[in-house]
């Protein structure tokens, strides 16, 4: 059975930093791309940002960029997201997606077919 | 960027019903379309990819259709378990946009 774990949500000061984790389990890790994708409470969803099984490929919302970093360890089947200068609007429940494709690419038929349970962030002074 | 909008925002239906709900992008998008179905508090559920295909363990009640820009997700006959959230996400660029959603609520 595919699991997806998120940590390290919580409350945090606008303009400082938090790094979420996602561990997974329950099929080949090196196998697939992964995202990370935030819902606002009681909003839609946004995706944030995803890397290919080789750590190639990463992208970023536009609303994050230069500010959130992916990265992603095979051997700990994991996936990371350091976030900066962390906002305000930037608070929602984080979800760490598995990717039906290894690659991310253009017009490349991804879509997440595995989801994790999320964790809240919350920047707040 | 693209942008993705849904049609309509919100819906009543009855059970046995049948519903569309639609999809339109900024600019074509081939059949790069996906669908998901969410509940409240529960992760996003992965119904459609290439905007007809459906994926594995999804009940045949719920199909896709279109290219280009403009798109469809049907279900044929409305269940209770299909009171839900649907959002359909482009994955044609790399920026993989989601649609703002389309609530299905009891009637």
């Known amino acids: 059975e595919v699991q997806l774990v998120e940590s390290g949500g919580g409350l945090v000061q606008p303009g400082r930093s938090l790094r979420l984790s996602c561990a997974a389990s329950g099929f080949i890790f090196d196998d697939h791309a992964m995202h990370w994708v935030r819902q606002a409470p009681g909003k839609g969803l946004e995706w944030v940002t995803g890397?290919?099984?080789?750590?190639?490929?990463?992208d970023y919302a536009d609303s994050v960029k230069g500010r959130f970093t992916i990265s992603r360890d095979n051997a700990k089947h994991s996936i990371y997201l350091q976030m900066n200068s962390l906002r305000v609007e930037d608070t929602a429940f984080y979800y760490c997606?598995?990717?039906?494709?290894?690659?991310?690419?253009?017009?490349?038929?991804?879509?997440?077919?595995?989801w994790g349970r999320g964790t809240l962030v919350t920047v707040s002074s | 960027d693209i942008q993705m909008t849904q049609s309509p925002s919100s819906l009543s239906a009855s059970v046995g019903d049948r519903v569309t709900i639609t999809c339109r992008a900024s600019?074509?998008?081939?059949?790069?379309l996906n669908w998901y179905q969410q509940k409240p508090g529960k992760a996003p559920k992965l119904l459609i990819y290439a905007a007809s295909s459906l994926q594995s363990g999804v009940p045949s009640r719920f199909s896709g259709s279109g290219s280009g820009t403009d798109f469809t997700l049907t279900i044929s006959s409305l269940q209770p378990e299909d009171f839900a959230t649907y959002y359909c996400q482009q994955s044609y660029s790399l920026l993989f946009t989601f649609g703002p959603g389309t609530k299905v609520d009891i009637k």
């Open positions: 890397i290919g099984w080789n750590g190639a490929g990463a």
């Open positions: 600019q074509s998008i081939s059949i790069y």
């Open positions: 997606a598995k990717d039906i494709r290894p690659s991310i690419a253009a017009a490349g038929f991804n879509g997440f077919d595995s």
